[in-house]
């Protein structure tokens, strides 16, 4: 395994794959509706916080087991596209940044933002705190 002292923290070109690896198997895990699965993408101790969702929706989850419970009472979207994968290290450690596309019922879709810090673990990286923002468009902006 990699040194994981991240003063001096340098990615290989395979644990830049893994990580992108990574934010795929979230949205295939989810779709699939795998809830034991988010073990393979969350540390045990993961943080996972909702924002921009609206009044009394938005959420923060603490721990693998209440994220589960979480997810599997959540409606979720037909499916998870996520797309735009940047991978970034430096002294503060190891980020993953990406946008899911999910396609609603009734030829709809949304879009959001994962904001994660990453943990490099005994079963490889995981997300140890998720912040996903809903990205919704201004009145004047809509089409």
């Given at each position: 395994m990699p040194d994981t002292d991240t003063t001096s923290l340098q990615l290989t070109t395979a644990e830049r794959l893994e990580i992108h690896e990574l934010a795929a198997r979230?949205?295939?895990?989810?779709?699939?509706?795998?809830?034991?699965?988010?073990?393979?993408?969350?540390?045990q101790d993961a943080?996972?916080?909702?924002?921009?969702?609206?009044?009394?929706?938005?959420?923060?989850?603490?721990?693998?087991?209440?994220?589960?419970?979480?997810?599997?009472?959540?409606?979720?979207?037909?499916?998870h596209h996520v797309t735009n994968v940047m991978v970034g290290a430096d002294a503060t450690g190891v980020t993953l940044r990406s946008k899911i596309v999910g396609t609603l019922p009734k030829a709809r879709a949304g879009s959001a933002d994962y904001r994660d810090r990453l943990r490099l673990t005994p079963d490889?990286?995981?997300?140890?705190?998720?912040?996903?923002?809903?990205?919704?468009?201004d009145r004047s902006d809509e089409i």
């Open positions: 979230y949205g295939i895990v989810i779709d699939d509706r795998d809830w034991d699965g988010l073990a393979t993408v969350f540390t943080l996972f916080v909702t924002t921009g969702f609206g009044p009394g929706r938005d959420q923060r989850i603490e721990g693998l087991a209440a994220l589960r419970a979480y997810m599997a009472a959540s409606r979720h979207p037909v499916a490889g990286w995981r997300i140890a705190e998720r912040v996903v923002t809903l990205r919704r468009a």
